[in-house]
């Protein structure tokens, strides 16, 4: 478990936390929403799925992030009726990423953190966790970064390989802290400020199944 040097009330739960247990009180409770993610984590992200539309893992980077002890849950009490309310929090943990894992550091694409609501209630969860990454996905990809929505509704966003596939389905409701990589473009393709973070990152790393739909629509939008 990594505590925060300056709120010791903040911390990030590894794997390792829950066998055996050694959870402080205020998260005691949060147990089994803790062992359904990291279950899912192992289960779902690191295995193919018939339906997500090309081979290999749902997520490419999740089987490194659980093995390495780079894949952190953070717990977020209480259920919002605001996604306003969240927001400071989410700014907490966009900035303890940023230390945790600096760009430059080796182990920074395979490190993620899952902040979970498990107080939410499943007709709420959509409705919260969908607004709170809308409202922060613009600061978060100034700083190269992703903020991913999960949740049962489940989210309304379909695979990239397969519009018909739900990936970002999850059994808590969560969002997902991570890096950008080059394989993000489509997420960010709809807004030129994004875009244009993305080329300034990844302008010389587009994937080779990219590139002509980002050279096009580049041509497309320039002056």
């Known amino acids: 478990m990594l505590t925060h040097p300056s709120d010791p009330r903040r911390v990030l739960v590894e794997r390792s936390d829950l066998d055996p247990i050694s959870l ?3 998260l005691s409770r949060y147990e089994i ?3 359904a993610t990291f279950d899912w984590g192992r289960a779902y992200l690191t295995n193919p799925h018939p339906d997500l539309g090309r081979p290999g893992s749902v997520c490419p980077f999740a089987s490194a992030s659980l ?3 780079r894949f952190f849950l953070a717990v977020q009490p209480g259920s919002p009726t605001d996604p306003l309310e969240p927001v400071e929090t989410l700014r907490f943990f966009r900035d303890w990423f940023l230390d945790l894992a600096p760009r430059s550091q080796p182990s920074a694409q395979i490190t993620s953190i899952m902040v979970l609501f498990p107080d939410v209630p499943q007709h709420a969860a959509e409705s919260l ?3 709170v990454q809308a409202l922060l996905k613009p600061e978060y990809v100034k700083q ?3 903020i991913g929505e999960f949740h049962n509704g489940p989210p309304a966003k379909g695979g990239l390989w397969n519009e018909d596939f739900r990936p970002l389905r999850s059994p808590v409701p969560m969002l ?3 890096h950008m990589v080059p394989t993000d473009y489509p997420f960010l393709r709809d807004d030129p400020e994004q875009v244009r973070v993305y080329l300034e ?5 587009v994937p080779a ?3 002509d739909q980002v050279e096009r629509e580049r041509v497309v939008g320039a002056p």
Do not use: I, K, S
């Open 24 to 26: 402080p009180p205020e």
């Open 33 to 35: 929403h803790l062992r």
């Open 67 to 69: 093995t390495r002890d």
């Open 129 to 131: 966790v969908d607004g």
């Open 144 to 146: 190269g970064l992703m």
């Open 176 to 178: 997902a802290l991570r």
């Open 201 to 205: 990152l990844f302008g010389d790393q």
């Open 209 to 211: 199944q990219l590139r």
